[in-house]
Nanobody
Framework: QVQLVESGGGLVQAGGSLRLSCVAS????????MGWYRQAPGKQRELVAQ???????NYADSVKGRFTISRDNAKNTVYLQMNILKPEDKAVYYC?????????WGQGTQVTVSS
């Protein structure tokens, strides 16, 4: 079982920035593909960004050029740097870890962007 703990959410004005962090338990972090997802009220959970074990990244079109995902294997941590935030970025952001057919979720952190 992998435990994921997100932090860094909050309230920010449109155009501002936030950095989310997700710390994973265990010793296999470097093998995991890590992702950030978000879910807005009344909407399905969607992929925001992901980073593989070898550092390859992928982003949703809606956040390309504004968000950056990164990882620090020494700290068992994945980050999501969010810049130029928009009101439509408001959602609960979830961290995800995946290894082969297994995956785990964090509890989520709220991001609110005021216009």
């Amino acid at each position: 079982q992998v435990q994921l703990v997100e932090s860094g959410g909050g309230l920010v004005q449109a155009g501002g920035s936030l950095r989310l962090s997700c710390v994973a338990s265990g010793s296999d972090f470097s093998f995991y593909a890590m992702g950030w997802y978000r879910q807005a009220p009344g909407k399905q959970r969607e992929l925001v960004a992901q980073i593989t074990s070898d550092g390859s990244t992928n982003y949703a079109d809606s956040v390309k050029g504004r968000f950056t995902i990164s990882r620090d294997n020494a700290k068992n941590t994945v980050y999501l740097q969010m810049n130029i935030l928009k009101p439509e970025d408001k959602a609960v952001y979830y961290c995800n870890a995946r290894l082969a057919w297994r995956y785990w979720w964090g509890q989520g952190t709220q991001v609110t962007v005021s216009s």
